[in-house]
């Protein structure tokens, strides 16, 4: 996959809805790395009295971008991605309090492992008018029985 090419809605490349949906579109992706948009708006749910995006809400601009990069890759090879989680991270730094009403992120995610059982790790930044205000390195997990694992999880 190149940057020239042109990517599919967002909504049909990860399982996000409505709401929740915070990633805008998909602008580059290739085997390790995949590059998303998002804009800041006034009227969403997570919006301040100024209308930012407290930067809290980056982690989970990342986790769907890693989301749509493991999908894509499902998709190239013609196969749909196994449902994941986000484990975490224990580096989230953000270089501001919120982003700004009306930003237009860019969300940068590199895969540094990918293990057979499912456990992944990214790093990932996001950057508005090519400066650094977020980066991390999360941590997912696709298990290869998701149901099992979720019904697992609630009666732990």
């Known amino acids: 996959m190149h940057s020239n090419e042109v990517f599919p809605p967002i909504e049909s490349i990860i399982p996000h809805r ?9 602008t580059s992706c290739g085997d390790e790395t995949l590059t998303a ?7 969403a749910w ?33 196969e749909r991605a196994r449902p994941g ?9 953000a270089h501001a309090s919120a982003f700004a009403c009306g930003a237009r992120l860019v969300i940068g995610v590199r895969q540094v ?10 790093e990932c930044t996001i950057e508005h008018d090519g ?11 696709q298990p290869h029985d ?7 999880s609630v009666s732990a």
């Open 113 to 122: 492992l990918r293990s057979e059982e499912g456990h992944g790790a990214y």
């Open 146 to 152: 998701f149901q099992t694992f979720i019904e697992g």
């Open 131 to 141: 400066r650094r205000y977020a980066d991390a390195v999360i941590k997912v997990f």
């Open 46 to 78: 997570y919006a301040d009295e100024r209308g930012a995006m407290p930067a809290w809400i980056g982690i989970e601009l990342m986790a769907q971008s890693v989301a749509a990069h493991v999908s894509l890759l499902a998709m190239r090879g013609g």
């Open 37 to 43: 948009r998002a804009s800041v708006r006034a009227d």
């Open 18 to 26: 409505g709401t929740m949906l915070l990633v805008d579109a998909v």
């Open 85 to 93: 989680v986000l484990l975490g991270t224990r580096s989230y730094h």
